[in-house]
């Protein structure tokens, strides 16, 4: 199809899908990736995430045509506006895209463009995988134990939520509502008050825990665990939790097995090859994050609960600095970090790419190139180990060389070819 404002690199080839349900893609040897640098910092951290990228295709016979999308304030001084539709049909058509933060301003009409985005393009699952790099500084005794991936649904709870301001008649039309028309002895306060709900539905619960099953079968994973707050949010993320059951008792047959089944029946010891699944209350899991790291792999979540244990986890790996993700539809990608957009140090060629590039790798599994993924992974790992690292790793080790963003991506991208 024709685009407004951006140009169709030529030569490249389209991603198509064989079968969306399952991810599964037709990559060329040479596609179309749209990418979005994103506001503040992602002036610096997306070509840098390019750089290392287009080293690691090129290094396994491959090669990436960029294509240049828009969308916050760079959409605004190209369009007039935060989200053109030229940004989000492009990412329907080429399938698997790479962005940077987007800073959502005030009065824009979205609560965050990042969500508009997950929800326009329907990328239910924000998957967030947490392991530590050899080098990076880490405020735990042994960061190397937490090799986690998280998956967050992505368009219910919160992010879904409706409220009601405090002072308006339409908040009080609904306490009034709660109290007087559906008899709840409520303990809301006298007083001002703001009222929010938040839906969580069985199949947005369904298809995130399937998700999250689905990749820890394809990628070796002992276990699946399901978080919520279900002891005193019964309907709703009590319901995530029995609707996540009901997922991997229907329809996984002997691949997968509940806790229970395991300890009442085998005595603790799983079929071989299968995935266990278990709950864990969030502010437990919280704990367990720290006291038993090496015992979780894959956490499936609520939105607010993904929100609070991926970051916690990445915080023991270093932080938010290195810390990937991406957004997950049927047969279609959009990769991200996880760190905001940082605008006080935009455009200083200062920050660490390193979350951007590690979401490029999560992009290069997604396509099936896990040859360049490991040599993105290894290649950043040799380059932190050997203390070339960027101002906020330098300064908390001894004998660092300090690098500047495009500098660091530079070095990776060396390391990228000799691996190779």
């Given amino acids: 199809m024709s685009y407004e404002k951006v140009e169709v690199p030529e030569g490249g080839e389209a991603i198509t899908v064989a079968d969306a349900e399952r991810d599964e893609l037709n990559v060329p040897e040479d596609p179309i990736i749209p990418i979005i640098y994103g506001d503040g910092i992602g002036r610096d951290v997306g070509p840098a995430a390019q750089t290392v990228l287009d080293a ?76 530590h790099l050899d080098g990076v500084p880490s405020p735990v005794n042994h960061p190397e134990k937490m090799d986690m991936v998280n998956f967050r649904e992505n368009t219910e709870d919160v992010y879904a939520g409706i409220e009601w301001e405090a002072g308006t008649d339409e908040v009080e039309e609904v306490r009034a509502f709660i109290e007087e028309e559906m008899g709840y002895d409520s303990t809301i306060h006298d007083g001002p008050v703001g009222i929010g709900i938040k839906p969580i539905t069985e199949f947005g619960t369904k298809r995130l825990v399937r998700k999250a099953i689905d990749y820890a079968l394809a990628h070796d994973r002992d276990s699946v665990t399901l978080v919520h707050k279900g002891n005193i949010m019964k309907f709703t993320e009590g319901a995530f939790r029995d609707w996540g059951y009901e997922v991997a008792e229907e329809e996984y047959g002997e691949e997968v097995i509940t806790e229970d089944t395991l300890w009442n029946e085998r005595d603790g010891e799983p079929p071989e090859g299968a995935v266990v699944v278990n709950d864990r209350i969030a502010d437990n899991m919280l704990q367990q994050l720290l006291t038993r790291t090496e015992q979780y792999d894959v956490l499936a979540m609520p939105n607010l609960n993904g929100d609070y244990l991926s970051d916690a986890a990445g915080a023991q790996i270093g932080g938010l600095g290195i810390a990937p993700g991406a957004n997950i539809g049927d047969g279609r990608l959009l990769a991200e970090p996880v760190h905001g957009s940082a605008p006080k140090y935009a455009g200083q060629d200062k920050v660490n790419p390193s979350a951007m590039i590690l979401s490029g790798r999560i992009m290069l599994e997604y396509m099936g190139w896990d040859d360049a993924a490991d040599l993105v992974r290894d290649a950043l790992e040799e380059t932190v180990s050997s203390k070339q690292v960027t101002y906020d790793i330098e300064r908390q080790i001894e004998g660092g060389t300090k690098l500047a963003t495009s500098e660091f991506a530079e070095k990776v991208a060396e390391n990228v070819r000799d691996r190779a």
Wanted: proline share 5%; no cysteine; aromatic share 10%.
């Fill in 56 to 131: 690691a295709a090129e290094a396994t016979g491959r090669e990436i045509h960029w294509m240049r999308l828009y969308a916050g304030e760079s959409a605004r001084e190209k369009y007039d506006e935060n989200l053109p539709e030229d940004t989000i049909e492009a990412i329907k058509e080429f399938r698997v895209a790479i962005k940077g933060p987007l800073t959502t301003p005030v009065g824009a009409g979205f609560r965050s463009l990042n969500v508009a985005l997950r929800k326009k393009l329907d990328l239910y699952t924000n998957m967030r995988p947490t392991y």
